[in-house]
């Protein structure tokens, strides 16, 4: 792999896991627990701030997902492995990291042929 792209894929990952970083702690809020005053609010307005807190759980969720899957991303450069398939071992294609930098299969394993 070209050294321009590792350290383009490299900026695009670190500048991903920041965001999903500052993004998650502005959401805080909206995981915390759900207390209402039942009688005062009502029954659908309790129902709102549950559905909006389950939401947030599960953005929670696939932030986690991705935050792992670029660490595992920046791991494998480390390990100057970035770029290979981690089933095959071959060369992942430019273009598919490009659109994704977190790939860890080649299109041919990824589609079941590998």
């Not at 915390?32 to 559905?51: C, F, I, K, N, Y």
């Not at 791991?75 to 490009?98: F, P």
């Amino acid at each position: 792999m070209e050294e321009a792209f590792l350290a383009r894929c490299r900026a695009a990952l670190e500048a991903e896991l920041a965001a999903l970083e500052s993004l998650q702690a502005g959401t805080e809020e909206a995981r915390r627990p759900v207390t209402l005053d039942q009688p005062a609010v009502g029954r659908l307005s309790r129902m709102d701030a549950l559905q909006l807190q389950a939401m947030a759980r599960a953005s929670d969720r696939l932030r986690e997902q991705r935050k792992a899957r670029i660490r595992a991303a920046l791991s494998r450069m480390d390990a100057g492995e970035y770029g290979y398939c981690v089933k095959c071992g071959d060369e992942i294609a430019a273009k598919r990291l490009e659109a994704d930098p977190t790939v860890p299969l080649c299109i041919g394993c990824a589609s079941g042929r590998g």
